[in-house]
């Protein structure tokens, strides 16, 4: 007797495993190519953000300035780094003057000489702001006056650190053993002995998280002149 056409129940169910084999392999290929897609993506950005923050802040520290001249109820110089830390995030702060600053020429009173700061603020409960504060007319109060931006939002971490200068060639006496300078976590211009000076090198991190919460980070060597 011949058999009818068709399938039987158990090879259907074999036919659907391996589909079901055949469309998991697809989707599971396909989830990861997005997803590496989208962490490329994501990785670009945090990338584009710190470039455009390390220039901007290297910027303002090659161009800082410091005399030690100071005139009363007048503008002064300075260059003031204080360490900070929050759980386990560096929050510094760093104030000084820098001649980054481009003339607007609006009839306002300004010079090329300005008050920059850098630093955190973490007063919101779901977000950290970069802030940089400039001020056209710099006086004795670093931390006040002036005009606040906000640079990111994504930065959690701002560490800085400061290399003291080391003896010039001409400086060093033959047969005399030369050490490396130190690195310091705070800085005063006014302070530094033998006399008062901007470091030779400012070390710039900075942690950034993005959107899937991963923290990446950066860092920077600024060269001063501190003469």
Request: aromatic share 10%; hydrophobic share 35%; proline share 6%.
């Amino acid at each position: 007797m011949r058999r009818p056409g068709g399938f039987t129940l158990i090879e259907v169910m074999v036919a659907l495993a391996i589909l079901g084999i055949l469309l998991s392999s697809v989707y599971s290929t396909f989830f990861f190519a997005l997803k590496a897609m989208r962490d490329s993506r994501e990785q670009d950005d945090v990338f584009q953000v710190a470039r455009v923050l390390m220039e901007r802040i290297t910027n303002d520290l090659t161009m800082a300035r410091f005399r030690g001249t100071y005139l009363p109820n007048k503008w002064t110089e300075t260059f003031v780094g204080r360490n900070g830390k929050h759980d386990q995030y560096a929050r510094d702060r760093l104030d000084f003057t820098t001649v980054s600053h481009i003339l607007l020429r609006d009839g306002r009173p300004e010079c090329d000489v300005v008050e920059v700061s850098y630093y955190i603020d973490d007063s919101y409960p779901d977000r950290t702001l970069l802030v940089r504060r400039e001020d056209v007319l710099p006086d004795a109060h670093l931390q006040h006056g002036g005009t606040l931006r906000v640079l990111s939002d994504n930065v959690v971490g701002l560490n800085f650190r400061y290399r003291e200068r080391g003896p010039l060639p001409y400086e060093r006496q033959p047969g005399q053993t030369w050490e490396e300078p130190e690195w310091h976590d705070s800085w005063n211009a006014a302070e530094v002995t033998p006399q008062p000076s901007l470091p030779e090198l400012v070390e710039v991190m900075l942690t950034i998280r993005d959107r899937e919460g991963r923290e990446h980070t950066f860092s920077s060597m600024v060269v001063l002149h501190p003469y």
